[in-house]
Nanobody
Framework: QVQLEESGGGLVQAGGSLRLTCVAS??????LGWFRQTPTKEREFVAA???????YYSDSVEDRFTISRDNAKNTVWLQMNSLKPEDTAVYYC?????????????????WGQGTQVTVSS
């Protein structure tokens, strides 16, 4: 069972940047991704990346966020630039065998506990 631990959330002003980090408990070839959720919205797909570093993004973040991974370090990052107040959410790291699970909005087999990102206007 893969355990995922996120870090890097915090409070930032609009237009600022944050980098989220997710470390997996073991080496994995799974697709790694990020979802986010607010109290008033359903959980939504943000970005995901395959073992071979093919990445996909939601339309709302594609020009501002960058996902990357280091397989040797069992780590995936989400670099978030030009942050907007509507990016405020709890961000979750997730892992699954398929990219389809990510892009469908279902999410992965394994989940982290989440990290809060708050963007002030």
């Amino acid at each position: 069972q893969v355990q995922l631990e996120e870090s890097g959330g915090g409070l930032v002003q609009a237009g600022g940047s944050l980098r989220l980090t997710c470390v997996a408990s073991e080496r994995t070839s799974y697709v790694l991704g990020w979802f986010r959720q607010t109290p008033t919205k359903e959980r939504e797909f943000v970005a995901a990346i395959t073992w071979s570093t093919i990445a996909y993004y939601s339309d709302s973040v594609e020009d501002r966020f960058t996902i990357s991974r280091d397989n040797a370090k069992n780590t995936v990052w989400l670099q978030m630039n030009s942050l907007k107040p509507e990016d405020t959410a709890v961000y979750y790291c997730t892992a699954d065998r398929t990219m389809q699970a990510m892009r469908s909005g279902q999410g992965g087999e394994y989940w982290g506990q989440g990290t809060q990102v708050t963007v002030s206007s």
